[in-house]
Every structure is written in C-alpha cells, then in structure tokens.
C-alpha cells in the first residue's frame, strides 16, 4: 500500500458526512447487538472509527453502513476488533495510569492515611505478635477504641505498591539508557 492511497482514504474519512438522526440510529444498533455502552467514549473517536470500517465496506452514508452491519454479523466483530484496540494503552502508559490513581484516590475522598491494607507479614514475623500477652493487649486496645470502622473498606494498599514498584523500574531502565 502506497503513501498516496493512505492520503485518500484520509479524504474518504473526511468526505464522510454524519448526521446526528443515522448516528444515533447507528449508536442503538451497535449498543444492541454488542452491549457496549457508547456513551462514555468521545463521540470524534466513535465517529472515526466507523467511517474507517465504512469505507472498508461498500458503503458511502451511515444509513447504508446500518443497513450493512444489520445484515453482516461479521461487520460487528471486524468493527468491535477496530473500535477496542487502542484503548488498552492507558494501562501501559505509567504517567496515565499515575494520574488515573490519584483521580481514583480523590473519587473515594478519603486521604492515603484512611486507605487500609489486608496485607500480612510473613508468618516468621507474625510469630512475636501471637504471644497470649500481646493478645490480651491487642483485645483491650482495641475494645477501648471509642471510632467506629468506615463505611467500606478500601484495599488499594497493593495497588499502589505496584504502581510505585513500576515507577521505580522505569526510573531505572530511564537512567541506563
């Protein structure tokens, strides 16, 4: 495939005109049949990706590629397959990911020092603290604590040891290079 062919399927893309009534008809149809919730992705990226399977395909209006993909059951896995593909990326990219967490912390409202673990020690180091005395302590303490728990609990503890782990790598293979 030549340089020149990808310039005029870029043209093909653009020459593509969407209206709001076929869009939507489309939307519904593509939500039916595959249960995604095209609600949640920006309609510029929806809309590109079906002009790129509609010129694929003999259609030159939404209208004929609803017609085709009712008719065409493949045309719904090859459109799914090409709708999908760059949207694991995100899990990839450190930097978003980072930025996915604090949003995620700041969604919960709750402070880092809120956030509880269930993660244990080994049981080397579990052993000192099974001893009768260091229960009976542990049970008194705890009966006098005047907090009720949270609502929820939050185990994201190894959530974010992973991603500071991951950091740290990256900050290491970022300085041999």
């Known amino acids: 495939m030549s340089f020149d062919s990808e310039i005029d399927k870029d043209n093909l893309i653009d020459n593509i005109l969407v209206d709001d009534k076929s869009y939507n008809a489309l ?9 995604l919730n095209f609600k949640y992705y920006n309609k510029k990226f929806i809309e590109k990706r079906i002009k790129s399977r509609m010129i694929r395909v003999p259609c030159k209006t939404l209208d004929q590629y609803h017609d085709y993909i009712s008719s065409n059951g493949a045309e719904v896995k090859k459109f799914i397959e090409g709708f999908t593909v ?42 000192k603290f099974r001893t ?25 503890f190894i959530f974010l040891n992973q991603l500071s782990y991951y950091k740290k790598m990256k900050r290491a293979k970022s300085t041999d290079n």
């Open 27 to 35: 939307i519904h149809l593509l939500r039916k049949k595959t249960e």
């Open 132 to 156: 009768k005395s260091n229960a009976v302590k542990n049970f008194h303490k705890n009966r006098l604590l005047s907090e009720k728990p949270a609502k929820y609990y939050v185990d994201i």
């Open 86 to 127: 760059n949207y694991t990326f995100f899990f990839r990219d450190y930097d978003v990911f980072e930025t996915f967490q604090d949003l995620f912390i700041q969604g919960l409202n709750v402070s880092r020092k809120d956030i509880k673990s269930n993660i244990r020690p080994d049981p080397t180091k579990l052993a």
